[in-house]
């Protein structure tokens, strides 16, 4: 069982940053993937980027690539998602996903992601 706890969302104005954390408990985490996802009310959840144990790591290439950045600190059980130059779009619910294999792979589907953290509200305003 692995446990996650988003923390760091909040209210923001556009061209703002914040930076989200999700820290990880329970059954190690530190050869699978972390991913951060998010939903927007209305809409399907969404990829955001990911990031491997070895530091591979992907973007949703056309919302968020060259504006957020995923890092992981091992020693912490912690990965980060560094958002950026923020836009009223990305005003979603972000969830920390852990992927449910161990490996190198970085994978979008939310379906390969078993373990999710409760979520954490970030809204940007205009």
């Known amino acids: 069982q692995v446990q996650l706890v988003e923390s760091g969302g909040g209210l923001v104005q556009a061209g703002g940053s914040l930076r989200l954390s999700c820290v990880a408990s329970?059954?190690?985490?530190?050869?699978?993937?972390m991913g951060w996802f998010r939903q927007a009310p209305g809409k399907e959840r969404e990829f955001v980027a990911a990031i491997a144990w070895n530091g591979g790591t992907a973007y949703a290439e056309d919302s968020v690539k060259g504006r957020f950045t995923i890092s992981r600190d091992g020693a912490k059980n912690t990965v980060y998602l560094q958002m950026n130059s923020l836009k009223p779009e990305d005003t979603a619910v972000y969830y920390c996903?852990?992927?449910?294999?161990?490996?190198?792979?970085?994978?979008?589907?939310?379906?390969?992601?078993?373990?999710w953290g409760q979520g954490t509200q970030v809204t940007v305003s205009s």
């Open positions: 996903a852990c992927d449910r294999d161990v490996g190198t792979f970085v994978r979008t589907s939310r379906f390969s992601y078993d373990y």
């Open positions: 329970g059954r190690t985490f530190s050869m699978k993937t």
